[in-house]
């Protein structure tokens, strides 16, 4: 066979098939999926997260009023964002997989999760984690760069029977201006029954390509935490909350927060 | 013998197999092994990671070995180490007290004292910084700060490479650094990382908190109520929502992995100003840093006193009334210490319960376990 191929097969000839082969290597040997093999991965949302306050840019640290003009600082602003979902032309829900943990301490904080390509026109996602994921289970579970390990928790879980700290919002305030702030404000929220879903009807659909990237900008104005439309909080009333079994402020909160999210 | 174009093409392939093998495989690497310094014919240390515990992230260039871990040992408790051949790294983290300094700072070799409390050494290997002040990120590079650092061993690391690479006695580091590392010549990163294998060995989880979790015994009721006080918030519910009366201890030592720590910053109230000690302020930049430091474990607690990063508590009985009574308030306490105007109110039955509690994080099959003595 092998004198039958050096006799018949000339050198020039082999140059396809040496390609061919090194085709094949690539195909069989790597584990990694080639982007047209990869067809549950087709295009990728990303949102980015712009901290606001009163509809004006902000940084945690910077000092500001709430809306009953006591001089405040956030210090902390932490909360996990799960199954974010974008609505096709059928109406149909197509949730992405991933588990994220906004730190607004961290500049840069992005949503990426996968969908298929098409158009959308409404985007959905929780805030704090769904309760099959949230209570009984052990963070030691996750690799380390998980959002939901031990060390990715850093500071966002209660206990094994509580689950995670779905959103801390953290400061301090003082109770006139020309005081220092040191009265601290301290909103953990969490627990299965604050998990909350914000959805938005877009004005115009959005397009998913293929291996492409579609991104857009989701604010969180950080004042509406305190002032909403139906409700406000009272800092000085109320400027604790921190319970692993839910409280009402605690309720509360997640729901002003629900109305803090725009998307640009 | 000539090639005829059959042998050429298998020639091809055979390169292309190891090329495509070389660049784009990720089973083709070798996982326990990469850079230079590495010695694939070390034996692999077999770390048993304990129950609940997260997995252990070790860097790639510096797997641990048996060969490595053993020497790791030995330099951990070199004295040569140090300027004038008297003190060794387990000077000042001694293992009866949870790897660390009973005094409140560490004396160098030249009768200097340092600024900060020695940290206990325990599950290192599952911290994301390291000092009070988190100003390394790996281990390897904490190891490099206290040799030459001139308040502690106060030696030259050349000097120190140059002791070791002469060294005449029975141990014969180059010979262990060729068991070690594949190489007898001794260098400051080989050092630095045979030391943190060692240290990366230092598991403690078999406290009777740990022998409780396991199902292998039970504790007592104090012991038990103090656990629950440990992972309750603190407050009255009638002015705080969410309060539970608790000792509020959960939120800085997290259960979560059973480190006891979140491995993150804090202000715990402990003073209003920090002129004499910014924490991490002193390596952020951040004037909203200032007076945070690192949260030590809880692990061994009972046997590391003194507490704080300056080892102003003697006993846990202090460190619990501080708590008790709220800490200071200043602009950067932490928001966790949200009772600085009131304290936890917790009662003397309640600090008992709870300070039973923290007697069963000790371990103490760990600080006298025979592999992490000295050697020597």
Known sequence: MMKYLSSHIEKRNLVPFVWIGLLMLILVGCTRPFFWMDDDVPGTFRMDAILEWEGQPYSLGMETEDHMNHPLRLDNLQMYISEVALRNEQGEWEKGDKVHLLDFNVQNQRILDAFPPGMYDAIRFGMGLPSEINADIDPASYPNDHPLSVVGSAGMFWTWASGYVFVKYEGKYALQA?????????????????????????EQSIQIRRQNLTTTELVFDASKVLLGEADSIDIVMDPVTHNSEGTILGGRLMDLMVDAWTIR | MDKTPYTSVKESITWLLLLTCLIGCDRCQEPNCEGPDCNPTATPYPLEIPPFFPPMDIPADN??????????????WEKSLSLDASMSCGSCHLPLHGFSDPAPYSTGVTGAQGTRNAMALINLGWATSYFWDGRAMTLEEQILEPVAHPDEMALTWTEAVSRLQADASEVNYPEQFLKAFGTSTITSNLTVKAIAQFLRTLISADSKFDQWRRGETNLTDDEF???????????????TPGGQFGGDCFHCHTEAGLQFSD??????????????????AGVSGAA??????????????????????????????????????????????????????????????????????????????FVSAPQFQDPH
Not at chain 2, 225 to 239: I, K, Q, S
């Open chain 1, 178 to 202: 020309g005081e220092q702030l040191i009265e601290p404000l301290s909103y953990h929220c969490g627990t299965d029954d604050s998990f909350r879903t914000v959805t938005w009807e877009l």
């Open chain 2, 63 to 76: 797997p641990l070995t048996e060969e490595g871990v053993h020497l790791g040992r030995l330099l951990f």
């Open chain 2, 225 to 239: 109520a103090g656990y629950e006080m440990f992972l309750r918030e603190g407050g009255d519910p009638e002015t």
């Open chain 2, 263 to 280: 491995y993150l910053f804090h202000n715990n109230g402990l003073d209003s100003s920090f002129v004499s000690d910014a924490g991490l």
């Open chain 2, 288 to 365: 909203l840093d200032s007076g945070k430091f690192k949260t030590p474990t809880l692990r061994n607690v009972a046997l590391s006193a003194p507490y704080m990063h300056d080892g102003r508590f003697q006993t846990l009985e202090e460190v619990i009334d501080h708590y008790n009574s709220g800490g200071v308030p200043s602009l950067t306490v932490d928001p966790f210490m949200k009772y600085t105007t009131g304290g936890l109110e917790l009662s003397p039955v309640q600090k008992t319960q709870l300070l039973a509690f923290l007697h069963t994080l000790t371990d103490s099959a």
